[in-house]
């Protein structure tokens, strides 16, 4: 079992950054391909991106790609979203999730483990 913890959240002005943290328990984080998604008032859980349990390969969701980067720190029991030239449409609570998929994962129920979300509100 995976417990997940998410942080870094916060309020920033559009073109900024912010650099957010899901910190994992258990002794098998880097057995786990690891997804973060978003969800803004009134609409469903929407995909952003996804690495590998190797950290070697990510996939992003069109919207975010060239401005979001995910990585992980398997020795840390941590992965990364570094979000850049942020945009007002970027705000959502922001969530990490794991799973044990090779392929790629985009289906939020298809992730067996979640944090609780940080919020991330980007001003105008």
């Known amino acids: 079992q995976v417990q997940l913890v998410e942080s870094g959240g916060g309020l920033v002005q559009a073109g900024g950054s912010l650099r957010l943290s899901c910190a994992a328990s258990?002794?098998?984080?880097?057995?786990?391909?690891m997804g973060w998604f978003r969800q803004a008032p009134g609409k469903e859980r929407e995909f952003v991106g996804t690495?590998?349990?190797?950290?070697?390969?990510?996939y992003y969701t069109d919207s975010v790609k060239g401005r979001f980067t995910i990585s992980r720190d398997n020795a840390k029991n941590t992965v990364y979203l570094q979000m850049n030239n942020l945009k007002p449409e970027d705000t959502a609570v922001y969530y990490c999730?794991?799973?044990?998929?090779?392929?790629?994962?985009?289906?939020?129920?298809?992730?067996?483990?979640w944090g609780q979300g940080t919020q991330v509100t980007v001003s105008s």
């Open positions: 258990g002794r098998t984080f880097s057995g786990y391909r």
């Open positions: 690495i590998t349990s190797s950290g070697s390969s990510t």
């Open positions: 999730a794991a799973n044990r998929a090779l392929a790629v994962v985009t289906t939020p129920s298809l992730y067996a483990y």
